[in-house]
């Protein structure tokens, strides 16, 4: 069979004004691809020594929540016990504080209260031991104050009555009893955790306890403070320099100034997954280094599949864990210089090996480049959980021995951990907040195999849990159609009968319908 010539005059007529796409359709570009959020990894409880992790898996038994939410608050009721005590010197002069700031992502409903109340109630107990172990010095400081300020009064007044050849003696003399009552103090009643606290509050908390303080909470409150719930504007500084251990001056007019050397603040908080979503937007949070500065996780919530009937936990876990951080937290509230936890050669080599990682990852095309200020501080925070391990295998006598390997290296697993799990929370704080509907909607088209589909037709598909009311499908349907994977159609001409218009119709990208 011969195929006419194209230069046939004949082979064209009457086709001239014809578009081919009013045969073939409009052709399709490659649409941009939606993917689905990578599954994050679970907390690892296995790097805790026994008695913690014990605590942790009988917790969220109990309780029937994930791991994660124990384990991370376990980690700051650590902290806790430890901050401001003790630092790690990792090599020459890099030293890290023991003290760590963790948020942990939850929806209401899964018993954030109930894991907090069985984590740190041992740790308020330890509180009030040293409020009771205190009380004596105390009690002692205020007599010795009242016997001072009594004799100081008592020397004043006979210096004013002095005949004036003895009124200097007695005046230098009242004057320097004065100065000694005002050098004295009574020490503050002992506070290991805070709650709903504001910055300013931090500061006298840390100035009264020795430079450390905790906020531990179910609730994310503390970031509506540092927002500026109370005055406005963001105040983020306290928190800054909490975490960095970096000194702390504060004048303010009509009060005492305050003065911290190398404060150690402790942050530990269950909030909600749209609190994460809006810390970015807090004026200056991720320019001042806030957010690098927290530990995140996200874990997958047991809502609609926990067991009714779990295994309570065993009163001598329970007993064992309250001991334990009891007398770690008692052994080291003493210290006013920290203690100084070396590594062994070997740990040493674990932590290097990490850092190289780390710095491989940090350039442009590199892995971690969307996290570049968290991932710059993610060897730091490596060595100080190290820190914490270590303190939580050896509670009685930690500061006496080097950091081994084996604890480096379980440090280096939950730093792997910590880091999924921020690349996760960078990416929703940046990313379009229709990806996940968008992802849904995808998913159910893919499966259904639909060539097009009205999106009264798609609503009706669709959980309602996910799409409540059908406008919620519109950020979704944007998105798809922005990246290709589908268009809407011209709507069909009305006949002026009046009525409900047509829901808008789509036609799916061919991809869409193609076997896998």
Same mark, same amino acid.
């Given at each position: ?11 064209w ?58 384990g ?18 990792v ?33 308020? &107990?330890?509180? =009030? #031991?040293?409020?009771?172990?205190? %009380?004596?010095?105390? +009690?002692?400081?205020?007599?010795? !104050?009242? @016997? /001072? ?5 008592? &020397?004043?007044? =006979? #210096?004013?009555?002095?005949?004036? %050849?003895?009124?200097? +003696?007695?005046?230098?003399?009242? !004057?320097? @009893? /004065?100065?000694?009552?005002e ?22 908390l ?5 430079g450390?303080?905790s906020?531990l909470?179910?609730?994310?409150e ?81 809502v ?8 309570l ?5 329970a ?51 969307s ?56 990416d ?32 009706r ?44 119709r ?5 991809r ?5």
């Open positions: 069979m011969s195929i006419p010539n194209d230069t046939s005059p004949d082979l007529e009457g086709f001239e004004h014809l578009d081919p796409e009013e045969i073939t359709g409009t052709p399709w570009d490659e649409p941009v691809p939606i993917t689905a959020r990578p599954a994050l990894p679970t907390f690892p409880v296995s790097t805790l020594p026994a008695w913690l992790g014990d605590m942790v898996n009988g917790v969220a038994e109990e309780t029937q929540t994930p791991v994660d939410l124990a991370c608050l376990a980690l700051a009721v650590l902290a806790t016990a430890a901050g401001g005590r003790a630092k790690v010197c090599r020459g002069n890099w030293r890290e504080p023991v003290n760590i700031y963790t948020a942990v992502a939850l929806d209401p409903g899964n018993r954030k209260s109930a894991v907090f109340d069985l984590m740190v109630r041992p740790l308020l &107990a330890a509180e =009030k #031991a040293l409020i009771e172990l205190s %009380g004596p010095i105390r +009690a002692e400081a205020e007599t010795t !104050i009242r @016997l /001072a300020k009594a004799a100081a009064d008592k &020397a004043t007044s =006979k #210096a004013a009555s002095a005949e004036p %050849g003895a009124r200097d +003696a007695l005046t230098t003399e009242a !004057i320097g @009893l /004065a100065q000694a009552v050098e004295m103090t009574v020490p503050a009643i002992p506070q290991l955790v805070a709650d709903d606290v504001t910055p300013e509050n931090v500061g006298t840390l100035d009264q306890q020795g450390r303080i906020c909470s179910a609730e994310g503390l970031f509506d403070i540092i927002a500026g719930r109370y005055t406005g504007k963001p105040n983020m500084g306290m928190f800054l320099k909490g975490h960095a251990g970096d000194m702390i001056r504060v004048n303010r007019q009509g009060r005492d100034a305050q003065h911290i050397d190398a404060p150690a603040v402790t942050v530990g908080l269950a909030i909600q997954p749209e609190v994460l979503d809006s810390l970015a937007r807090i004026d200056g949070a991720d320019g001042r280094g806030l957010l690098a500065r927290f530990l995140y996780s996200k874990p997958v919530s047991l609609g599949s926990r067991n009714l009937s779990p295994e936990l065993d009163e001598q876990v007993s064992t864990y309250a001991k334990q951080l009891a007398g770690l937290t008692l052994a080291l509230a003493d210290w006013t210089d920290p203690a100084i936890l070396t590594l062994t050669q070997e740990a040493d080599a674990v932590i290097l090996a990490f850092q190289r990682v780390t710095e491989s990852r940090l350039g442009k095309d590199g892995s971690f480049a996290i570049v200020k968290w991932a710059s501080k993610r060897d730091g925070a490596v060595a100080r959980i190290a820190g914490l391990l270590h303190l939580a295998t050896h509670p009685e006598d930690g500061w006496h021995k080097p950091i081994e390997a084996a604890t480096m290296a379980a440090a280096t697993e939950l730093g792997d951990y910590f880091t999924a799990h921020a690349l996760d929370v960078f929703v704080m940046t990313a379009s907040p229709a990806r996940d509907t968008a992802y849904a909607v995808l998913t159910h088209l893919r499966a259904s195999r639909l060539t097009g589909f009205s999106k009264r037709e798609l609503f598909a669709l959980p309602r849990a996910d799409f409540p009311a059908i406008g919620d499908l519109d950020p979704a349907l944007t998105l798809l159609e922005e990246h290709g994977w589908i268009r809407q159609q011209p709507a069909p001409p009305r006949n002026g009968r009046g009525g409900r218009p047509p829901s808008p789509y036609e799916s990208h061919p869409i319908t193609r076997a896998a």
